[in-house]
């Protein structure tokens, strides 16, 4: 059997991680991680994965093994020198990127990496096709390496952390290293808290490590390796599926850049779906149904969906023929009307509007993404990237609709591909139930988040028809003249190259990201503020990522309880000192500062609301209209203090 394992330890390697996140959410919910609550996790996860290895390896021979190794010894030599040259260029962008690191606050990894490594990329990417039109044996490790090398730029360049949501779980999970819990339980993220807290326990690397690492190396390791399983069960022309997983490269992959609960959710989203459509045993069932709770106790928007995709595959292996239909239509209704009820409780218990009919703009939008876009007078290549970019999702969508006609050609092959168009139109109905809703409790820059990963979902569910438009146009196109086959070549690792480009954020003629990052300015003035209040209690109004900045530095260490008078507004009972998160009526407050007037009133209010006599406001360079706010704020403030020449100002206020 551990031979077994050796010979498809990336497919177990999945599974095992599947199985750890399920029984760690069930030990943390029911009791904790502390010592004895994680190895009690590990072993039963342990037994778990041994028994489903164990029936698993007596009904099926999985095999990962690409072909024979090829004797014609010129076929040896140009393999070797594609090999290592493309090894070499992997090099270089490695370590271009780590040459690019930086702890400053910026918003693209784009505007401090040199222009030469999209060029070294497009080679690597390059000689990689040509590398698996010669030789394919192997090519699955070098798809893998190309796959981190897409998703690893932000895990690079970005030296303290990229985003905001990572600061958030990292310090949650440093709670649960050192408690064992946090309180209240949540009833979501407990699959990634589990797999990362148990990852930490045994190998001993940092949480803010494998917090980077997981879902960038997990995403790379596990998709081509699913994916080549799930195109071989398919399709006979290995070269061919190689090919198509490579060429999965022009979808910006964005989601799998960080690590979150909804980007590991989603990882195990496409696995369930991968895996659910060759299924063909009750152990394969169970693996199915392993995924598809991994994803649910990772992130309960995609996980829902992943569930009830698991359900659809029963009842398509099932014997009861004559309910079948019944089964699928209560399935239907079941999904479409899940997501939007969880959204509708969650407004309901804050208290707040749930339902709104004013969203026409937001349909309007929707509807105008699908009509073809132009791009202006930039020069080529930027006018090329984004002709791409502003049209990627009318791409997928043809590339949709021409999978479901193949589809349809061989209906009697492919029938159970239809479980993903039922469960796809379900997912568009929640998205326009979803459009109902107000989300009162986000901040309004945030509020179509929800109803955008529907979306992402419902592409992640068609994900079978894109790959099986891929692959035909791949197979008449290795058919076609060597010429034209260099020129398609060519154009491929152009359309990888680009996604590469707008994968990230961006600064450029055409778009400006104001998805700054944590710098060490932020924490510079964050330790600052601690030291110049020394015992005093006080609140910071700041952006959010000064507020991650305050996370990474003291974590969830201190709250206040929010005066009786203010509480059953929907609000809670204590409140962080710093505004996290966005829905905190401390980022309102935040808000009325920088986008109103910085007058001390706004600072007192605040402060009367938290109870406390002493607050900050933070200032950072990059923030619009920052001059005229500077000079405001400086008429009003008890004190003010500069960081690194003018990148950053605190402010200080007394009631």
């Known amino acids: 059997m551990f031979q077994y394992i050796k010979e498809n330890l990336l497919y177990f390697l999945a599974v095992f991680a599947g199985i750890i996140s399920i029984i760690g959410s069930i030990i943390y919910r029911l009791y904790s991680l502390n010592n004895i609550g994680w190895i009690l996790a590990l072993i039963i996860s342990v037994l778990f994965f041994i028994i489903i290895i164990y029936f698993y390896s007596k009904s099926n021979k999985l095999s990962l093994n690409f072909s024979k190794k090829p004797s014609d010894k010129k076929n040896k030599i140009v393999n070797f020198l594609l090999s290592t040259f493309y090894f070499l260029l992997s090099a270089i962008c490695l370590f271009t990127l780590f040459k690019s690191q930086t702890a400053q606050s910026i918003n693209s990894p784009w505007n401090i990496t040199p222009k030469y490594l999209f060029i070294i990329y497009f080679l690597a990417t390059v000689i990689l096709i040509f590398k698996i039109c010669n030789y394919k044996r192997f090519s699955i ?208 218990k804050s208290s707040l509007k749930a339902l709104k009919l004013n ?6 939008q929707f509807l105008l993404d699908f009509i073809p876009k132009t791009t202006g007078q930039e020069n080529f290549i930027l006018n090329f990237v984004y002709l791409y970019a502003f049209n990627i999702k009318i791409v997928l969508l043809l590339l949709i609709i021409f999978g479901i006609v193949l589809v349809c050609k061989y209906k009697k092959q492919c029938g159970i591909f239809f479980l993903n168009l039922l469960l796809a139109l379900s997912l568009f109905v929640s998205y326009i139930l979803t459009g109902l809703l107000s989300f009162n409790y986000l901040i309004e820059y945030e509020r179509n988040d929800f109803r955008d990963r529907i979306l992402i979902i419902t592409v992640i569910i068609l994900l079978p028809f894109i790959i099986s438009s891929l692959y035909w146009i791949i197979e008449r196109a290795r058919k076609q003249s060597l010429i034209i086959k260099a020129v398609l070549a060519l154009f491929l690792a152009i359309l990888i190259t680009t996604s590469f480009y707008i994968t990230y954020p961006r600064q450029d003629r055409y778009e400006f990201s104001h998805n700054y990052s944590v710098g060490e300015n932020e924490i510079s003035a964050v330790k600052w503020i601690e030291n110049d209040a020394g015992s005093m209690n006080y609140i910071v109004l700041a952006n959010q990522q000064v507020s991650a900045a305050a996370l990474k530095v003291f974590g969830f260490n201190r709250y206040f309880r929010i005066p009786s008078h203010y509480q059953g507004e929907g609000l809670g009972e204590v409140i962080y000192f710093y505004p996290i998160p966005t829905s905190s009526p401390l980022y309102e407050y935040y808000l009325k500062m920088v986008y109103e007037k910085p007058i001390k009133k706004n600072m007192v209010e605040a402060m009367e609301f938290v109870g406390v006599n002493e607050s900050y406001f933070v200032l950072n360079k990059y923030w619009t209209d920052f001059p005229k706010i500077l000079e405001e704020a400086k008429l009003e403030a008890d004190s003010w203090q500069e960081f690194s020449g003018g990148e950053i100002y605190v402010f200080k206020y007394l009631k």
């Open 141 to 348: 490790i070098f798809i893998s390496l190309h796959y981190f090398l897409s998703f690893s730029v932000a895990l690079i360049v970005y030296k303290i952390g990229y985003g905001f949501d990572p600061f958030i779980h990292q310090a949650t999970l440093d709670l649960i290293d050192k408690k064992g819990l946090v309180d209240p339980k949540p009833f979501y993220y407990l699959g990634q808290y589990s797999l990362e807290i148990i990852a930490h326990k045994i190998i001993g690397i940092s949480i803010v490590n494998i917090d980077k690492f997981l879902v960038p190396v997990l995403a790379s390791i596990l998709l081509p390796c699913s994916l080549f399983i799930f195109l071989k069960k398919w399709f006979e022309n290995t070269r061919n599926i190689l090919l198509v997983i490579l060429s999965l490269l022009i979808i910006p992959f964005s989601f799998f850049i960080v690590t979150t609960p909804q980007n590991l959710a989603y990882l195990f989203l496409i696995l369930t779906i991968l895996y659910g459509l060759i299924c063909s045993s009750i152990v394969e069932l169970i693996i199915v149904f392993i995924f598809a709770l991994a994803s649910l106790v990772a992130h309960p928007i995609a996980g829902i969906p992943a569930l009830f995709f698991a359900i659809l595959i029963t009842i398509f292996n099932s014997n009861k023929i004559k309910i079948k239909k019944i089964l699928y239509l209560i399935i239907f209704v079941i999904s479409s009307i899940s997501l939007p009820l969880i959204f509708y409780f969650i407004e309901f």
């Open 359 to 364: 969203n026409l703009e937001v349909e309007k």
